[in-house]
């Protein structure tokens, strides 16, 4: 078996000594070095979590194996507040039932194959390592082309999923509740704020998107758009939801009109 084929239970299910050995192995492998070897717990589940360092940039071990991504919107649940929030935001913008609007912002349910991988703690914008040109079309090949050049890539939109939602069944990688009394932004502290279950900091601020291997597919945000437009805090919070996807937001920001001044990826290492 490869670094690669290791999933969460048989990460898991191994003795202290015998997971601490194989993640020094995998920091060899790599030319990392292993910084962190804890249990952890988030929101009541809990993990055993492995972080690596290379030249200052943190990385966590996202253990794989064959998960059910995405979201099915009559499956939630909504608490009495989100639902008043979300029925101003309907009668405000003709929007459709909360299900069926849940259902349309988020990716469909799906079984599909992940490897186990290092992924970054935190977002990394790779242009800033040269200057870039204003095009966005430009600047997201330049920042793909960065990465590669360092010997990363990106995460594809399956593998963002996976990385941020940790194989959490909820909306959010928290649970189904959320503020009703103002936007992410507003929150310097609560489970948005914190790192998850695989120990990344990811999917906590809407302004702070995430581009993937598909130009058209973002994640982790919408630009702040929906919170720059007073849309609702529902609406707000619900550009945090681990498979959410503002497909006409992607399609615009790689398109001729589109504007970015940074483009922010999450950087995957592949395990041997």
Known sequence: MTHADLTFAQWNDRPDDTARRLAQEIAGRHDLTLVGFTDTVHANRSHRTALFDRDGMRFALVPGGRPTLGYDGSRFRPAPEQVDSYAE????????????????????????????????????????ISPTPDDPRMRYDQALAGLADLGLRTTTPDEWEWACGAGAATLFRWGDESPDDGYPFDYETGPHRETNLWGLAIA????????????????????????????????????????????????????ADGYADEILTRPVIELT
């Not at 991988?117 to 990394?124: G, I, K, P, Q, T």
């Not at 058209?216 to 939801?241: E, H, K, R």
């Not at 959410?244 to 615009?252: A, I, K, N, V």
């Open 89 to 128: 935001s309907a009668s405000e913008f003709g929007l459709p039932p909360l299900a069926e609007y849940v259902d349309a912002m988020t990716s469909p349910e799906r079984s599909v194959e992940i490897p186990a991988m290092l992924v970054a703690v935190d977002a990394f914008d790779p242009c800033e």
């Open 204 to 255: 906590q601020d809407p302004y702070r998107h995430e581009v993937t291997t598909e130009r058209t597919v973002v994640c982790g945000g919408d630009g702040g758009s929906t919170t720059c437009g007073g849309s609702g805090f529902f609406l707000g919070w619900l550009t945090l939801a681990t498979a959410y996807r503002d497909r006409d937001f992607g399609e615009w920001l790689a398109s």
